[in-house]
């Protein structure tokens, strides 16, 4: 009977410790999933406000009624503890910068001023402490050290000031000699865009549709000292100009048509109505235009790379590679594409055509998806950056 009775209690014992792991592991999980929705510096705004509530009640019954107060110094305890472990998260995410030497300089003073807090608190209540204001300070000073992570968390995630509404008069330039005038190529390509036109139909026309959205999103920024965005309007552009000689291409070859016999057809003719619906004359001038766009990416690739290294908020940064990461695969997959077409020049069979056009549309779709995102995550790291450390610029109109 013993020991069947020590086996039910081992039994017993060591299913409590099972649920126990298991509780632990579960709050553990969701205290992780509650901290990556809620920003540090909100946590800590709402941490100080808490740790000054309940350290002056902690204050206030601490001769009065002792049990109470040890009960508000467990929660200040409790709390700062919490405080202690966002801030230790919070420099794992942060690379070398002098925002993480401070926060390192008051996580350190804070971990100090709670272990005071615990002793004085320990003495006050035995009756043993030599400086009667002894615990009053303690508290403060856990208060005072929270509150300076607190501000130095806020001010690093403060956002933008907003643009002013009324912008000064431009100063008027002295005379001087007249300046050169743009390329031709250059005028061509920085063509006006209204962002508040309606965009394409995304089902009848998907690849305009995609360029729509990536031109709309460099719109919002100056070109001047950022590439990136000068490379991700070219891109746009490129795939609208690719999208309508893909289009008039396979209007032509159901025809029956040619190439030689597009290029070469009388003024007024089918065919030469269908040409005059893209800038390209010829399947070469689609391959070039493939192998730009591919040239365009890997600059894009470069400003972000530039762009990540500096960024010390390894969260922004991981986000850039996420954005990134297809870019490199989606411009192989252009380039196969695009040898694939040209395989086919002159010829006409539909299964293969409607299948090199699906794929071109979805890379088309997913590469300028990637961009759009791979812009948006730049912007967001280079607010991180230190000004003088930032060469490239993202400047919004």
């Not at 901290?35 to 709402?46: H, I």
């Not at 065919?271 to 800038?279: D, F, N, Y």
């Not at 539909?350 to 299948?355: D, G, L, T, Y």
């Not at 979805?362 to 759009?372: D, E, F, G, P």
Request: overall charge negative.
């Amino acid at each position: 009977n013993l020991s069947r009775l020590s086996e039910a209690v081992v039994s017993t014992q060591s299913t409590g410790d099972l649920v126990k792991q298991q509780w632990i592991t579960e709050a553990v999980r969701l205290r992780s999933d509650v901290d990556k929705c809620v920003k540090p510096s909100d946590f800590l705004v709402e941490s100080e406000r808490k740790v000054k509530e309940e350290g002056d009640a902690a204050k206030a019954l601490i001769n009065s009624n002792p049990k109470e107060a040890m009960v508000k110094v467990a929660m200040v305890q409790k709390i700062t503890n919490r405080v202690l472990e966002v801030t230790d998260a919070e420099l794992d995410n942060t690379g070398p910068c002098d925002y993480r030497v401070k926060l390192v300089d008051h996580r350190k003073n804070l971990d100090k001023a709670i272990k005071q807090c615990s002793v004085a608190t320990n003495e006050h209540i035995q009756g043993k402490a030599s400086d009667p204001k002894a615990f009053d300070k303690s508290i403060t000073e856990v208060h005072m050290n929270i509150n300076r992570i607190k501000d130095e968390m806020v001010g690093f995630y403060l956002p933008l000031p907003p643009l002013p509404e009324d912008l000064p008069p431009p100063i008027p330039e002295e005379d001087g000699p007249p300046t050169r005038p743009p390329n031709p190529s250059d005028e061509e390509e920085e063509e006006e865009f209204d962002v508040n036109a309606p965009a394409p139909d995304p089902v009848e026309a998907p690849i305009e549709h995609a360029a729509f959205k990536l031109r709309q999103e460099t719109a919002k920024y100056h070109e001047e000292d950022n590439g990136m965005i000068t490379a991700a309007r070219k891109i746009a552009q490129k795939f609208q100009q690719m999208a309508k000689y893909t289009k008039g291409r396979r209007e032509i070859l159901e025809l029956g048509s040619t190439e030689n016999e597009r290029l070469y057809a009388p003024r007024g003719s089918i065919c030469s109505v269908t040409s005059e619906k893209s800038e390209f004359s010829s399947m070469t001038d689609m391959i070039s235009t493939c192998k730009e766009i591919i040239a365009l990416t890997k600059q894009i690739q470069k400003h972000a790379d530039l762009i990540s290294k500096n960024c010390p908020d390894k969260r922004l940064v991981l986000s850039l590679a996420n954005s990134m990461e297809p870019m490199g695969m989606l411009s192989q997959q252009l380039n196969i594409i695009a040898s694939v077409k040209a395989a086919a020049c002159g010829k006409y069979d539909e299964a293969a055509e409607v299948e090199a056009d699906e794929m071109l549309t979805i890379n088309a779709q997913n590469l300028m998806k990637s961009v759009r995102d791979t812009v948006r995550a730049s912007e967001s790291c280079s607010v991180k950056i230190d000004s003088a450390s930032n060469k490239l610029k993202f400047k919004r109109k």
